[in-house]
């Protein structure tokens, strides 16, 4: 009887699982446009970010509605690597951040700065310290190469996401070409990127003003684009908060253009 | 016509007992004072926010709290009230009179979801009171500095709220469904916490086992397997819903709400199947 019993409470089961399967074939319709959504929204849906909380993942699920707190936990714990100059954790504890937490802008900021400049500090050490006295340097070259196209990677995503702050992200990413990559020509791309999306930063028409007469020697193209944009400023386009117009015009003065007295913006 | 009545009201009268019942629990009041206190505290652990989003920091403190004490509730209170029955021989007398299983089983579910009901509206208004305080001073704070001021939708969050209910519900019935056939309270609480999980985890185990150089038939599996469950992660709208204008589209929600509305009655369907020839 016991065996009996047993039998019809496994046949029961495996027909409750045909029914779960059936009702789940049938209403995944109706849950369908929600977990698109998740998926499009979530980063931690996403495939390619899912290796880097694996671990974590089952936290991350469990507490959905902890995420800013937990990414901000690991962006601590990111931070107690990066004191120590480990890589490997520092760079772990940053994704996972980001995954859990995208929506925060100094993650992706610093994230990128750290990856560009400090890691590659941290590679080499690790490397020469591994038994090599000095490494060559075409490989010290190629590695800061190789963590400065992680950072700008990192900070175009950034951008993209926050399309508020851009100016910030294409600011960083002017100043890790110019300083680690040492292409000019590429950071000044990026400072009239930085000078031309939503919430620019003025100044960074400046130094691309300054790049492109300076470092690749094309004055006459530097000082049309600026003084284009100074006007926008006298137009009353871009909103001049303080003296920009008057600084832009008096650095047009210095390069030998006498730039004339507009109508002043209302 | 007065069959069906009559079914209702003993359903209903069930629910009734059971809502007061679990009402009574310290469990209850304990977690209520928890969830609210964790909602509350939000604000207040803000130094932890690293440049985010100051209302979202809060907003989503005050969710991750909704959902994991709530969750906790729908787990354990099911089996609480089910095997208190069980166990102090109350069931026997109650099934011997014109009572069916299923209204039984219906009652006792109905009385834990609207139990979760109040938890959820208690949690969501401290929530709301909280968000509200702090937009408040935000928004002076941001006329001052030239910026612009937070956005925070009441609504939303109302919205948010019956979708955590939906949330919770499906929870209650998963373990209303193992209770149906559980021989302990242990048993019942551990076997619905991991189907509560795995529930929670679907979406994140499909995107894991069905990538395109995973075997054939794992992914066959996985997406066989992962249909069998209901996805909670469908109902993780808040931040959208309450901090983003026009964050989330409505088909979205209501794809989310459908989801959890359908499943509750296969779930209670299933457990009333188990429960029908079980030995009490």
Known sequence: MGVSLKSVFVCRAVVAGGVLVVAGWGLSWVGRPAGEWQGAHQPAFRAESLEGVLGQGALLGVFGGFRAIMADFAWLRSYVSWERCERAGCETFMRMALTLDPGNAVFWLDGGYITAFDMPHWEVRTREAGGRLKLDAVVVRQIKGEYARRGLALLSTGAERHPARAAEFWERCAMICLNVLKEPERAAEFYRRAAECENPKWYASLAYANLLALELGRKEEARRWLEAYAEKFRRGERRDTGRIRELLDEVLREWGTATPPRTVRP | ?280
């Open chain 2, 1 to 280: 016509m007065r069959m069906r009545c009559g079914c209702l009201s003993r359903a209903g009268w069930i629910a009734v007992n059971t809502f007061v019942e679990a009402a009574r629990q310290r469990f209850f009041a304990f977690l209520v004072l928890l969830g609210a206190g964790m909602a509350g505290a939000g604000v207040y652990l803000r130094a932890f926010d690293f440049g985010g989003s100051e209302l979202k920091f809060v907003a989503d403190f005050g969710f991750g709290g909704m959902f994991l004490f709530g969750a906790i509730l729908a787990v354990v209170l099911p089996a609480q009230v089910f095997f208190s029955e069980m166990d102090n021989r109350t069931a026997l007398p109650l099934l011997a009179r014109p009572v069916r299983r299923w209204e039984f089983l219906a009652g006792k579910f109905f009385g834990v979801w609207v139990l979760l009901g109040v938890f959820v509206v208690l949690l969501g208004c401290v929530l709301g009171v909280m968000l509200r305080l702090r937009a408040g001073e935000l928004a002076v704070a941001a006329v001052e500095t030239g910026r612009e001021a937070p956005f925070l939708s009441e609504w939303g969050l109302v919205v948010f709220c019956l979708l955590q209910w939906l949330r919770l519900g499906v929870v209650a019935a998963l373990g209303v469904v193992v209770c149906s056939f559980a021989r302990s309270f242990l048993y019942a609480v551990v076997v619905t916490a991991l189907a509560a999980l795995v529930c929670q985890l679907r979406g994140m185990g499909q995107v894991a086992f069905a990538r395109e150089d995973a075997a054939g038939w794992v992914r066959v599996l996985a997406g066989g397997a992962g249909r069998m469950v209901p996805d909670l992660q469908v109902f993780d709208l808040g931040v959208p819903l309450v901090l983003q204008p026009g964050g989330v589209a409505w088909e979205v929600v209501a794809s989310a709400a459908g989801h959890g509305a359908l499943y509750l009655p296969v779930l209670l369907g299933l457990g009333v199947w188990f429960f029908v020839d079980r030995e009490i």
